[in-house]
């Protein structure tokens, strides 16, 4: 699909009637680079290529997750899609409504400031997130009234409604977050990031530091409500039981980009790339009978600011080929046609 974007003034540009295949958001070769800065004078030693050309997109109400060791970019993606972190290059297409294509990356602050209602995001921490003299109540509604969407009683009211359907009693808008569970205080952060009935909503490495059976709560409350609101999301985690179950299509990341993407079955079931059949092979199963042999990760992720030749991987894969991953970055093939693909070289062509 074609889309002539940023034509106009506002990188906003009119397309016809949007079609039920669109996506809501396409990314196109997104990059974050850090620069390092060395020496008194404080001249540019390089980049950290955090993100290093991301390609994905994102469907309506669909679930996609952004999965990898810590410090592969996952998480410096999703804020640089909704602009928290400014990108280095890309284009994120985001389409607002039937019709209408806006490039986020080329808005203006004002601009983006209203579109902010359509992306949320819910951060691993809501403790650290949510400010302790700020009531929850006030901190729910914090959104509505500075977007003018509601004051007074309907304000209020709103709140009320929202505390109650991420499971909490109506009655605690008036407590501070300290009075709060972590499991509580991350429905709080959700019901925040609700407030405004996004389109898009990044869950930031959301159910990460809770117990594991408040991790279930709060994973079948993202899909009730995904299933109720219909708003997408982009789930960033490291626990892959947790992304198996959420999930409708998962990308893999190493060093800033994406090695594999595909649905979920499809890359759980069928991994093509090593480093997925690694991560894979390291999830505890209960049942012997899916157990598979544990592939070892050996040696460290590479520095993003030096990534190997070649292919990224090569320094850690037991399939690398001398003179050939060493050489060449392996452009992305297709594995099937339901849009599943890996970067390596031996992945064979649908
Ligand atoms: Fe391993 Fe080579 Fe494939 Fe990279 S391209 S994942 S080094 S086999």
Do not use: W
């Not at 109400?61 to 410096?76: D, F, I, Q």
């Not at 991953?325 to 599943?340: F, K, L, S, T, W």
């Amino acid at each position: 699909m074609e889309t002539n974007v940023g034509t106009g003034p506002q990188g906003t540009s009119d397309h016809g009637a949007a079609t039920a295949e669109e996506p809501l958001i396409e990314v196109k070769g997104l990059k974050k680079y850090f620069p390092v800065r060395k020496g008194i004078l404080q001249r540019k030693a390089g980049d950290v290529k955090a993100v290093d050309g991301l390609n994905f997109t994102l469907g309506h109400g669909e679930t996609l997750s952004l999965v990898g060791e810590s410090g592969c970019g996952k998480t410096t993606a999703g804020r640089s899609l909704l602009r928290l972190l400014e990108p280095t290059a890309g284009s994120a297409l985001y389409r607002p409504s039937p019709g209408k294509t806006v490039d986020l990356f080329k808005l203006d602050k004002a601009e983006l400031r209203s579109y902010r209602r359509d992306l949320q995001i819910i951060f691993q921490d809501p403790y650290a997130s949510l400010n302790p003299r700020v009531t929850v109540g006030n901190a729910i509604g914090e959104a509505l009234r500075v977007h003018g969407v509601a004051k007074g009683k309907e304000l209020r009211d709103r709140v009320a409604g929202l505390l109650a359907k991420v499971g909490l009693r109506p009655d605690v808008s008036n407590r501070f977050p300290h009075e709060f569970s972590g499991g509580q205080r991350q429905r709080v952060g959700i019901a925040r990031a609700l407030a405004l009935s996004p389109k898009l909503i990044v869950c930031d490495e959301a159910v990460s530091a809770l117990d594991v059976s408040i991790q279930a709560q709060v994973i079948n409350l993202l899909k009730d409500l995904q299933a109720e609101m219909g708003m997408s999301y982009i789930f960033i985690a490291h626990d892959l039981s947790v992304v198996r179950y959420i999930s409708d299509r998962v990308a893999v990341m190493y060093l800033g980009r994406i090695v594999e993407i595909g649905t979920v079955d499809d890359v759980f079931d069928n991994p093509q790339h090593p480093y997925t059949q690694a991560l894979l092979s390291a999830i505890p199963r209960a049942n012997p009978a899916e157990r598979r042999e544990r592939i070892p990760l050996t040696g460290d992720v590479p520095s993003p600011m030096n990534p190997p030749s070649g292919c990224y991987f090569h320094t850690r894969c037991a399939a690398a080929e001398k003179g050939l991953c060493d050489a060449q970055y392996p452009e992305p093939r297709e594995v099937n046609d339901r849009g599943h693909g890996a970067a390596c070289h031996f992945v064979k062509p649908a």
